[in-house]
Structure formats: C-alpha cells, structure tokens
C-alpha cells in the first residue's frame, strides 16, 4: 500500500483557510486518496475523499495534483471547531483485496487560534 | 439508524482476565475493523474482515481474536488482558466490493484499562 507524509502540525487563524498538504508519491493508478479527522478522543470521521479529480463537498475541498502524487485538503473557512489531527490516507478501490484495510499514518494536528 | 455501535464505553479488566468488546452497525456494511489507540498515538489496525466469515490481521493482532459470523456484528476479543492492552477501541464499517470508495463510519470508543 502506498505510504503518505503529513506534516506533524500546523496553525491556521479562525476564519482563514486551512491547507493541509499530504505527500503520496508511491501511489498507484486503483488507489484513493482519503482525508479523516479526529477531534480530540471521538472516533475518527470521515471528510472527504478523490481518485483524480479535485473534489468538494460540505466539509472541505480536495486538490490532487496531475500526476497524483500529492494532495491538499482545504477547509475554506476553519473554525475553533475544526481543531483536530487530519489524517490523509491511501486505500484500493472496491474489488482489492486490500480495500477493506485501511491504515493510519501519524497525520496532522491542526491547531485553529482566535 | 444508530450506525456504529460499542459496547461497553469503559471497562477496567485485571491482567489475565478475558473479555469480548461488542461492535454492531446496522448499515449492512460489508467492511468492519478494529482499531486501537494508546495515549497520544495514532490508531493501529487488529483486525479487519471483508464479509461475514472472512477476517484478517491487521498491524496488531497479536493477543486478539475475532470472528464475522453475521454482517451486522464484528467482536473482538481479548484472552489475556495485559497492561500493555490499555488503550482506546475504536470500531469502524463501510460498504465494501465495488462500492469501496466510501468513507469509513467509526464508533464513539470503548476505553480499557487493565490493572
């Protein structure tokens, strides 16, 4: 499975964009890119996830570069809220055998300041 | 529609002691796994199946067991609690096959402490 580098922290000031880069240069053409958050000690939750193309729902927008070799998950407008480590995540598509394990890196803790 | 389920939230085991923590979701997702996650650390696949009857090792299986004999329900077992058992649990689904590119749902925890 192809491996990801985050940064170990970031700030960003509430009400700014928050840009959390992520590294997957060993990524191959059936696998995803997938963006989690875990706000302090809750289970992690799902963001936002993108084969090629960039993508955006409620929660954030992701950009994958041409060749796939990285990504950068954007919250447009963080809030204390959105405080939390964000782990980004490379998994198989459906019909892998791989496709039901997904492994966490360390990721990265995104400190929203007032 | 109550999701990912786990029972119990907190438990205080003494080491050698065995228990079973329960993870049900009523999503019928094919996928389920199990996590753990000590103090300030990330968290580390024990196991995982991709369907009823089908497990497999994660990154840490070594002192747990588990089984998939239905879709809704994925228990992992520990046989011999030991300290280094102390952790957080954390359970999570997602459809699987040709529909595996969907977000994984993750359950709320159960906090073990061995003594």
């Known amino acids: 499975d192809a491996k990801t580098t985050q940064p170990p922290s970031m700030d960003c000031a509430e009400g700014r964009a928050a840009n959390l880069p992520c590294n997957h240069s060993?990524?191959?053409?059936?696998?995803?890119v997938y963006w989690y958050r875990q706000i302090h000690s809750q289970g992690p939750q799902y963001i936002i996830h993108?084969?090629?193309n960039n993508e955006t729902n409620e929660m954030a927008s992701l950009i994958i570069t041409e060749d796939r070799k990285s990504s950068t998950l954007i919250l447009p407008h963080a809030t204390l809220r959105d405080t939390a480590v964000y782990y980004c995540?490379?998994?198989?598509?459906?019909?892998?055998?791989?496709?039901?394990?997904?492994?966490f890196g360390q990721g990265t803790t995104l400190q929203v300041k007032p | 529609n109550a999701g990912v389920t786990q029972t119990p939230k907190f438990q205080v085991l003494k080491t050698g002691q065995s228990m079973t923590l329960q993870c049900a979701q009523d999503?019928?997702?094919?996928?389920m796994s199990w996590y753990r996650q000590d103090p300030g650390m990330g968290l580390r696949l024990i196991h995982y199946?991709?369907?009823?009857?089908?497990?497999d090792q994660g990154e840490v299986p070594n002192g747990y067991n588990v089984s998939r004999s239905t879709t809704e329900d994925f228990p992992l077992r520990l046989l011999s609690a030991a300290p280094s058992q102390t952790s957080v649990y954390f359970c999570?689904?997602?459809?699987?096959?040709?529909?595996?590119?969907?977000?994984?749902?993750f359950g709320s925890g159960t906090r073990l402490t061995v003594v």
């Open positions: 993108g084969l090629k």
């Open positions: 060993t990524i191959s053409g059936n696998e995803y």
């Open positions: 995540i490379v998994r198989p598509r459906g019909g892998s055998s791989n496709t039901g394990k997904l492994i």
């Open positions: 199946s991709v369907g009823a009857g089908i497990t």
């Open positions: 999503m019928n997702h094919e996928y």
């Open positions: 999570a689904s997602t459809v699987g096959g040709g529909q595996g590119a969907v977000g994984y749902t």
